[in-house]
């Protein structure tokens, strides 16, 4: 009997949640495990000639290879803890090329990845787990018949805890419910659109660990220097911003990376500067990071001398998210934004973020209530097959090198089919015109 390769790729992806759930490890992955997700938002495409390749693609090809123009946001974390070990796995067997752990602190000055310095609450069980939230910046509280108090203001940051605290934590969904009455309520609100059927124990990663795991599956990296959270500071770890910076980079040095293969972000320009000035290998493609307002920017985009400056500057990369590089065109089509033309001729390269993050491209269009990533072309936008036209649009029109995603499987699913390069060298892909 021979299935087809959607069905080959659907069993591969079974296999490898079942081998996730054992906690095997395999070394560097040769091959993507796509599962049924790329081929079902295929079939929801509305009709033309996009959705003729894809589908050409998907009776063609019975192996996807992995891509760097596939990112892993986090891991996989539309349907597993984003930054544990469970997540990154499953992003690199989904064909992830580069994997990202954001990275903060602990209070004794140890890197980990976490989005935030202070979203244990909300990622971890650190809320379940009294002896560790009892160090909480604001803890939780309880009346004398164990009713939670104050759960609209619980603050729980690595910087509470020191490394062998933080390293006992396991890792959920980013959710909560504010409104509960009791710790357990509290940990649950997983959104509609994700799952917590895989968020039984993951695995909480320290910044070495991730380096380590990267380097066995063989992705390259994409470390993202968070910011400190205002009220808080550096606490007691001793850190300031420039040693932080330094810090984060020094773990790749100390490994033994070699810099072609990382690509370190942040959203504070100065540290793009210090990692040019100070580890200029790393600082050739470092990520500046663009977290300005998409509507704002689409009103009053940089102008063309802006990007040459940041250019100028020794800063090759840009990041900007999904909608600040697109625009609603006309006759539903979608098309790149002013800001994605004057950076492209400025001569800068681009990544994005972050696809699939926002549940379902039809309750944006239908409400809105999810809409920033498709903030700026919801007018152009039917189903959730234009998740595919989407990234369409960004590879081709666009140019991007690189796209962050929360399930990797449908970037690498396009990147195979399309023939995106996938070496990531500094200006390698020609727009469609």
């Not at 290879?65 to 349907?79: D, E, M, N, T, V």
């Not at 300005?292 to 009053?300: H, L, T």
């Amino acid at each position: 009997m021979r299935f087809s390769s959607t069905v080959v790729a659907a069993l591969s992806a079974a296999g490898a949640l079942c081998v996730l759930a054992t906690g095997a490890l395999a070394g560097s992955i040769d091959s993507a495990q796509l599962g049924p997700r790329p081929f079902y938002l295929v079939d929801k495409m509305s009709d033309g000639p996009l959705k003729d390749d894809l589908q050409r693609c998907m009776h063609k090809k019975d192996i996807y290879k992995p891509s760097k123009f596939s990112i892993g946001h986090r891991g996989a974390g539309l349907q597993i803890p984003e930054h544990t070990k469970e997540s990154y796995v499953a992003a690199a067997r989904m064909g992830a090329g580069i994997l990202e752990c954001d990275v903060t602190f602990t209070k004794d000055a140890e890197l980990v990845c976490r989005h935030a310095q202070c979203d244990l609450h909300t990622t971890t069980d650190i809320v379940l787990r009294p002896e560790l939230a009892s160090k909480c910046t604001v803890p939780p509280e309880f009346d004398a018949e164990g009713n939670l108090l104050n759960g609209p203001d619980i603050k729980c940051c690595t910087s509470d805890l020191t490394l062998a605290e933080f390293k006992t934590l396991k890792g959920k969904m980013d959710a909560a419910d504010r409104n509960a009455t009791t710790a357990e309520g509290y940990v649950g609100g997983t959104a509609n659109f994700r799952t917590d059927l895989y968020a039984t124990g993951a695995t909480v990663m320290t910044h070495a660990k991730s380096i380590q795991l990267f380097k066995k599956l063989g992705t390259g990296f994409t470390p993202e220097l968070k910011s400190v959270d205002g009220a808080v500071g550096f606490g007691d770890s001793g850190l300031d911003q420039q040693s932080y910076a330094r810090k984060m980079i020094q773990e790749y040095i100390a490994a033994g990376i070699d810099p072609r293969q990382v690509w370190a972000q942040s959203f504070d320009i100065n540290d793009v500067y210090l990692w040019i000035a100070e580890y200029p290998k790393f600082g050739k493609q470092a990520v500046a990071l663009d977290g300005r307002d998409p509507a704002a920017i689409a009103a009053n985009p940089p102008t063309l001398e802006e990007f040459a400056a940041l250019k100028a500057q020794g800063v090759n990369i840009i990041a900007p998210p999904m909608p600040m590089l697109l625009a609603s065109g006309s006759g539903g089509s979608i098309v790149p934004s002013v800001y994605a033309e004057r950076a492209r001729e400025a001569g800068l390269d681009i990544i994005s973020w972050t696809s699939e993050r926002s549940g379902r491209i039809v309750e944006d269009v239908l409400n809105g209530s999810q809409g920033f990533y498709y903030s700026t072309t919801l007018d152009s936008l039917e189903n959730d097959g234009d998740i595919l036209r989407t990234i369409d649009v960004l590879a081709q029109d666009v140019g991007i090198i690189g796209l962050f995603s929360d399930w990797p499987a449908t970037t690498t699913f396009y990147a195979n089919c399309k023939d995106v390069p996938g070496d990531r060298k500094h200006g390698h892909w020609k727009r469609r015109h």
